[in-house]
């Protein structure tokens, strides 16, 4: 059913949370090839939806990739390998090698694993990337081309997430550099979060260029929640207002948010292939769950048709998205089509609505 499919979240609106340093936008403006996503704005969906104006923030080539993950990985490794280096050890334990080239391990559904691999070559170091079940071939041999090894691993997101872990324990000279958390394993993930801070300041300063303070509503993707806990940290933070309203997109085969709001908790749920390769997973991650659920206004689940639907749309204006980033779309459609959604999110006749586009097209194959 499409109530099913939509969650308005009753939060403590006088939640805060602090702000993110703003090293994290430094140490990107530093990197070679860094320049600001552009932001488009897209009126037709604007009059779609009943709202002053819709714009996407477009991910589609971050730091020479087809998507924002670049954005948590080099900032994660930069992170890892300084604390190597002031500890003399890999991993902040007493017996890593103080010096020479690391491994960072990791798993993934396809753009993740490929920052990763992609910023450990340049930095002079190695990867290997685990892939569960539903990767497209394409996708595995982007990750190939990096340089990375990758295996397969039969099953879940989830699981090969803890063949990785499995992995880097095995190894001294290894890192995981994993973008979800755990009880135990949480400093790596932070740093991912940190990330991509970077992309929401840039947001900040775009919208200021068309005279909008700050957005009414902003979409984000769900995976296991990180770019959403950042979106959070960064709205919900001291530093800026409480006006601006949350809405996470997830496919339905893979809600794993939608379902842990509902119910107050961390809920695992299972999975299923979906064209939104990058957002198949089934439980929230442990750092960003508290987030999720403070501050977080909304959830929405979407079918693969809606998504296509969203996809074709982007187009139509200029965003050639791939199907994660189709997502926001087909949430802000889903959501606002239900009785009271539009005015729990506040997404009036002169409301701004971003959509965080998180892939380009040539992120997923599998999306076309």
Same mark, same amino acid.
């Given at each position: 059913?499409?109530?099913? @499919?939509?969650?308005a979240?009753?939060? $403590?609106?006088?939640?805060?949370?602090?702000?993110?340093?703003?090293?994290?936008?430094?140490?990107? @403006?530093l990197? $070679?090839?860094y320049?600001?996503?552009p932001?488009?704005?897209?009126?037709?969906?604007?009059?779609?939806?009943?709202? =002053? @104006?819709?714009?996407?923030?477009?991910?589609s080539?971050?730091?020479?990739?087809p998507?924002?993950?670049?954005?948590?990985?080099?900032w994660?490794?930069?992170?890892?390998?300084?604390e190597?280096?002031?500890?003399?050890?890999?991993?902040?334990?007493?017996? &890593?090698p103080?010096?020479g080239?690391?491994?960072?391990?990791?798993?993934t559904?396809?753009?993740? &694993?490929?920052?990763?691999?992609?910023?450990?070559r340049?930095?002079?170091?190695?990867?290997?990337?685990?892939?569960?079940?539903?990767?497209h071939?394409?996708a595995?041999?982007?990750?190939?081309? +990096?340089?990375?090894?990758?295996?397969?691993?039969? =099953?879940? !997101?989830?699981?090969?997430?803890?063949?990785?872990?499995?992995?880097?324990?095995?190894?001294?000279h290894?890192?995981?550099?994993q973008?979800?958390?755990?009880?135990? !394993? +949480? *400093?790596?993930?932070?740093?991912i979060?940190?990330?991509?801070a970077?992309?929401? #300041? +840039?947001? $900040?300063?775009q919208? #200021?260029?068309?005279?909008?303070a700050?957005?009414?509503?902003v979409?984000v993707p769900?995976g296991?929640?990180?770019?959403?806990?950042?979106?959070?940290?960064?709205?919900?933070s001291?530093?800026n207002?409480?006006?601006?309203?949350?809405?996470?997109?997830?496919?339905v085969t893979?809600?794993c948010?939608?379902?842990?709001?509902r119910?107050? @908790?961390v809920v695992?749920?299972?999975?299923?292939?979906?064209i939104?390769?990058?957002?198949?997973?089934g439980?929230p991650s442990s750092?960003a769950?508290p !987030?999720?659920?403070? &501050?977080?206004? &909304?959830?929405?689940a979407v079918?693969? *048709? +809606?998504?296509v639907?969203?996809?074709?749309?982007?187009?139509?204006g200029g965003v $050639?998205?791939?199907?994660?980033g189709?997502?926001?779309l087909?949430a802000a459609?889903?959501?606002?089509?239900?009785?009271?959604? *539009?005015e729990?999110?506040g997404?009036?006749?002169?409301?701004?609505?971003?959509l965080?586009?998180?892939?380009?097209?040539?992120?997923?194959?599998?999306g076309?």
């Amino acid at each position: 059913m499409a109530a099913d @499919r939509w969650f308005a979240n009753a939060r $403590d609106r006088s939640w805060r949370c602090p702000p993110v340093s703003a090293d994290v936008l430094t140490f990107h @403006r530093l990197l $070679d090839g860094y320049a600001p996503t552009p932001l488009v704005e897209l009126p037709a969906l604007a009059a779609e939806l009943g709202v =002053g @104006r819709v714009f996407a923030k477009d991910e589609s080539s971050r730091l020479g990739l087809p998507a924002f993950k670049a954005l948590g990985a080099s900032w994660a490794m930069h992170r890892a390998l300084a604390e190597r280096t002031a500890d003399g050890t890999a991993d902040g334990t007493a017996d &890593g090698p103080a010096h020479g080239p690391v491994t960072f391990v990791t798993a993934t559904d396809g753009n993740h &694993g490929r920052a990763v691999a992609r910023m450990a070559r340049l930095l002079g170091h190695r990867a290997r990337i685990m892939v569960p079940d539903g990767v497209h071939p394409a996708a595995v041999a982007a990750i190939e081309t +990096e340089g990375a090894p990758v295996t397969h691993v039969g =099953g879940s !997101y989830d699981d090969a997430v803890a063949a990785a872990a499995r992995d880097a324990a095995a190894d001294p000279h290894a890192i995981l550099l994993q973008d979800t958390a755990w009880p135990g !394993y +949480e *400093r790596v993930p932070a740093w991912i979060v940190e990330g991509y801070a970077t992309l929401l #300041a +840039e947001l $900040d300063v775009q919208l #200021a260029t068309h005279g909008v303070a700050a957005p009414d509503l902003v979409v984000v993707p769900v995976g296991v929640g990180s770019l959403a806990q950042a979106a959070v940290a960064h709205y919900r933070s001291q530093a800026n207002p409480a006006r601006t309203a949350l809405l996470s997109a997830e496919p339905v085969t893979a809600a794993c948010a939608l379902a842990s709001l509902r119910e107050g @908790r961390v809920v695992t749920v299972p999975t299923q292939v979906t064209i939104m390769a990058g957002l198949n997973c089934g439980t929230p991650s442990s750092l960003a769950w508290p !987030y999720l659920r403070d &501050g977080i206004d &909304g959830a929405a689940a979407v079918t693969e *048709r +809606e998504a296509v639907e969203a996809g074709a749309a982007l187009r139509a204006g200029g965003v $050639d998205a791939g199907p994660c980033g189709w997502a926001g779309l087909a949430a802000a459609r889903r959501a606002i089509a239900m009785p009271g959604a *539009r005015e729990h999110l506040g997404a009036d006749a002169a409301s701004t609505i971003v959509l965080i586009v998180t892939e380009g097209a040539g992120a997923n194959p599998s999306g076309t």
